[in-house]
């Protein structure tokens, strides 16, 4: 994402998507975006918020306060258990934005109680990269992206 | 959602605050999931025991508190009453008798006791182990069930042909107050057809082979329905419960087909059921190295812990562990523990082979395993395990390394404290 270090800094572009609604309200924060999907019991750590699978993409970085965007969930039944106790500890994502709807991710995004969004009219991790501005809106089933500056190589 | 008046009156609060909340829950669980309805259960297997740490504090308030907060997501503390469903406890944090060995605080396996003892008198059956199949919850084909554990789940569905989604400490708890899960993915028929042809062009026979299979499948389709073809000997419950659980840990499987095997597949062509083949997977020697090596992550041989029974063994595998280790004494730089569910290791005290293995120096343990309690011999640095599942979740989830292979491997590995297992 660099191809464009050259060219001098420009105003934010903003995009906007319309999806459905999975846990409603409206939350806005920095986006942390993986391509891998992601386990909640032993993927987790619900202390920290951080992911700690190995070979995970985002192993060591944590979603606490980010809006998490992801392609969906994987691995055990504890998945909501283990988001759920995020909450209790306050490590939980602020939303979160997924592609894939399973039972797991379902019931995790109810109990981590944050506004979460699927079925975006666009692929949100064709558009949305780590560090974008990211505002959920739930409730009317919007998001919104600002990108984030690139003016040179990161 | 469209909901009888029965459960109306559950949501309404005229069956008491419990009921109340649980079918809040599935209301906004079944909506987040764009369900229709919710369908009956009476077959619920989930995780309401108070055993781990983070608990405390919650199981200070009580237990009501506990099954409030952990398995109904209800702000308010609900009064818990008798389950509805038929309810089991799958696996725990600790084993009731042998907790000291675990290295588990007393007070916190006195928790356990007491949230078992709650939770017992109002209809949860204490089987404690991941694996309900082998100890007397078999459900039959096209029961609609409310299972957690994701190597059970797959279970359930290939191989039992009964039906369930994998579900979460929360849906379950509220299944079981209420008799109801949102009727959605693999209850629905249509979802459960195959959707990837497995093209198996090596040999696969033993659990550490089917586990290699797994492993590899489950990264590859995630959670998708593979339908495998290939030359094996018919595959029996300890070979597809080792295959379901390494399946499910790389990836999310939840149902596949194996043509003459699994109950609704009698035939290629109904494991499909008309869907069209999205893809099809080779797997050969190169896919069966590439999982081998996925999962073992050691580089020092030199073994300090030997775990067997991930998913629980069956009284056949704690009788061939107890064989491999008759005679023989454990290397005194290894611990071994061989895991079991309680009401086989009766079983097994019964017929003498629990006193083969602590002969030899190792531990039976029931209830619990090492992933899900945190909790391994102190020191431990490496282990060997015949388990991908295990192999997969113990690096991330305490930091060890570890070795992958078969059973007779690791009894070696825990008579030589040496690890000299590798890919024939």
Same mark, same amino acid.
């Given at each position: 994402?660099?191809?464009?270090?050259?060219?001098?800094?420009?105003?934010?572009?903003?995009?906007?998507?319309?999806?459905?609604?999975v846990v409603g309200g409206c939350a806005e924060g920095e986006a942390l975006v993986t391509r891998d999907t992601i386990s909640g019991w032993g993927g987790i750590n619900e202390r920290d918020g951080t992911v700690i699978e190995r070979r995970h993409e985002l192993r060591g970085q944590s979603f606490k306060d980010r809006i998490l965007v992801f392609p969906g969930a994987?691995?055990?039944?504890?998945?909501?258990?283990?988001?759920?106790?995020?909450?209790?500890?306050?490590?939980?994502?602020?939303?979160?934005?997924?592609?894939?709807?399973?039972?797991?991710?379902?019931?995790?995004?109810?109990?981590?109680?944050?506004?979460?969004?699927?079925?975006?009219?666009?692929?949100?991790?064709?558009?949305?990269?780590?560090?974008?501005?990211?505002?959920?809106?739930?409730?009317?089933?919007?998001?919104?992206?600002?990108?984030?500056?690139?003016?040179?190589?990161? | 959602m469209k909901l009888t008046d029965h459960e109306k009156s559950m949501l309404d609060g005229a069956q008491g605050r419990a009921k109340a909340r649980a079918m809040d829950l599935l209301v906004r669980y079944g909506e987040a999931l764009g369900a229709e309805r919710l369908i009956e259960t009476n077959n619920v297997a989930g995780a309401f025991n108070a055993s781990t740490p983070s608990v405390r504090e919650l199981a200070r308030k009580g237990f009501d508190a506990v099954y409030s907060e952990l398995n109904l997501d209800s702000p308010e503390v609900v009064e818990v009453p008798r389950m509805v469903a038929n309810t089991c406890q799958l696996i725990t944090g600790i084993d009731n008798e042998q907790w000291r060995v675990q290295g588990i605080p007393d007070d916190l396996a006195d928790q356990q006791k007491r949230a078992e003892k709650y939770f017992g008198a109002r209809g949860i059956n204490m089987f404690a182990t991941c694996t309900p199949y082998q100890v007397g919850n078999v459900p039959v084909k096209g029961e609609h069930c409310a299972w957690m554990e994701s190597s059970a789940v797959v279970y359930c569905n290939a191989v039992l042909g009964a039906r369930t989604n994998t579900e979460g400490k929360e849906s379950t708890g509220a299944a079981a107050l209420t008799g109801r899960i949102p009727y959605w993915g693999y209850h629905i028929p249509e979802n459960r057809r195959g959707t990837h042809l497995v093209d198996v062009g090596i040999e696969v026979d033993d659990i550490m082979e089917w586990g290699l299979l797994g492993y590899y499948l489950g990264e590859i389709v995630d959670d998708e329905i593979p339908v495998l073809t290939g030359s094996w000997r018919s595959p029996n419950l300890i070979k597809l419960k080792h295959f379901g659980a390494a399946a499910a840990s790389s990836g999310g499987v939840e149902m596949y087909h194996i043509p003459d095997?699994?109950?609704?597949?009698?035939?290629?062509?109904?494991?499909?059921?008309?869907?069209?083949?999205?893809?099809?997977?080779?797997?050969? #020697?190169?896919? !069966?190295?590439?999982?081998?090596?996925?999962?073992?992550? $050691? /580089? @020092?041989?030199?073994?300090?812990?030997?775990? &067997?029974?991930?998913?629980?063994?069956?009284?056949?595998?704690?009788?061939?562990?107890?064989?491999?280790?008759?005679?023989?004494?454990?290397?005194?730089?290894?611990?071994?523990?061989?895991?079991?569910?309680?009401?086989?290791?009766?079983?097994?005290?019964?017929?003498?082979?629990?006193?083969?293995?602590?002969?030899?120096?190792?531990?039976?343990?029931?209830?619990?395993?090492? #992933?899900?309690? !945190?909790?391994?011999?102190?020191?431990?640095?490496?282990? $060997? /395990? @015949?388990?991908?599942?295990?192999?997969?979740? &113990?690096?991330?989830?305490?930091?060890?390394?570890?070795?992958?292979?078969?059973?007779?491997?690791?009894?070696?590995?825990?008579?030589?404290?040496?690890?000299?297992?590798?890919?024939?």
């Amino acid at each position: 994402m660099s191809a464009d270090g050259s060219s001098p800094p420009a105003a934010p572009v903003t995009i906007v998507l319309r999806g459905r609604k999975v846990v409603g309200g409206c939350a806005e924060g920095e986006a942390l975006v993986t391509r891998d999907t992601i386990s909640g019991w032993g993927g987790i750590n619900e202390r920290d918020g951080t992911v700690i699978e190995r070979r995970h993409e985002l192993r060591g970085q944590s979603f606490k306060d980010r809006i998490l965007v992801f392609p969906g969930a994987k691995g055990s039944s504890g998945w909501s258990a283990y988001f759920h106790m995020a909450r209790l500890n306050g490590v939980a994502p602020k939303a979160m934005i997924f592609n894939k709807m399973t039972t797991k991710i379902a019931l995790g995004a109810v109990v981590a109680r944050a506004p979460a969004m699927t079925e975006l009219e666009q692929d949100p991790l064709a558009i949305i990269e780590t560090g974008d501005w990211v505002k959920v809106d739930a409730d009317n089933g919007v998001v919104e992206i600002t990108k984030r500056p690139r003016g040179g190589p990161s | 959602m469209k909901l009888t008046d029965h459960e109306k009156s559950m949501l309404d609060g005229a069956q008491g605050r419990a009921k109340a909340r649980a079918m809040d829950l599935l209301v906004r669980y079944g909506e987040a999931l764009g369900a229709e309805r919710l369908i009956e259960t009476n077959n619920v297997a989930g995780a309401f025991n108070a055993s781990t740490p983070s608990v405390r504090e919650l199981a200070r308030k009580g237990f009501d508190a506990v099954y409030s907060e952990l398995n109904l997501d209800s702000p308010e503390v609900v009064e818990v009453p008798r389950m509805v469903a038929n309810t089991c406890q799958l696996i725990t944090g600790i084993d009731n008798e042998q907790w000291r060995v675990q290295g588990i605080p007393d007070d916190l396996a006195d928790q356990q006791k007491r949230a078992e003892k709650y939770f017992g008198a109002r209809g949860i059956n204490m089987f404690a182990t991941c694996t309900p199949y082998q100890v007397g919850n078999v459900p039959v084909k096209g029961e609609h069930c409310a299972w957690m554990e994701s190597s059970a789940v797959v279970y359930c569905n290939a191989v039992l042909g009964a039906r369930t989604n994998t579900e979460g400490k929360e849906s379950t708890g509220a299944a079981a107050l209420t008799g109801r899960i949102p009727y959605w993915g693999y209850h629905i028929p249509e979802n459960r057809r195959g959707t990837h042809l497995v093209d198996v062009g090596i040999e696969v026979d033993d659990i550490m082979e089917w586990g290699l299979l797994g492993y590899y499948l489950g990264e590859i389709v995630d959670d998708e329905i593979p339908v495998l073809t290939g030359s094996w000997r018919s595959p029996n419950l300890i070979k597809l419960k080792h295959f379901g659980a390494a399946a499910a840990s790389s990836g999310g499987v939840e149902m596949y087909h194996i043509p003459d095997v699994t109950p609704e597949a009698r035939s290629l062509e109904q494991a499909f059921g008309g869907n069209r083949i999205r893809a099809t997977v080779r797997y050969g #020697a190169a896919e !069966r190295r590439i999982a081998y090596e996925n999962l073992n992550c $050691a /580089t @020092d041989r030199n073994v300090d812990f030997v775990m &067997l029974g991930c998913p629980h063994n069956s009284i056949d595998q704690v009788w061939l562990i107890a064989s491999l280790l008759e005679g023989r004494k454990l290397s005194p730089n290894t611990e071994l523990w061989v895991h079991t569910p309680r009401a086989l290791r009766e079983v097994a005290d019964r017929n003498g082979y629990t006193r083969m293995i602590t002969d030899a120096g190792g531990f039976v343990m029931s209830d619990t395993c090492p #992933a899900i309690s !945190r909790h391994m011999p102190k020191g431990t640095k490496v282990v $060997a /395990t @015949d388990s991908a599942k295990q192999a997969h979740y &113990l690096p991330a989830i305490t930091g060890v390394s570890t070795w992958f292979g078969s059973v007779q491997e690791c009894v070696e590995a825990a008579i030589t404290g040496r690890w000299n297992g590798g890919l024939q």
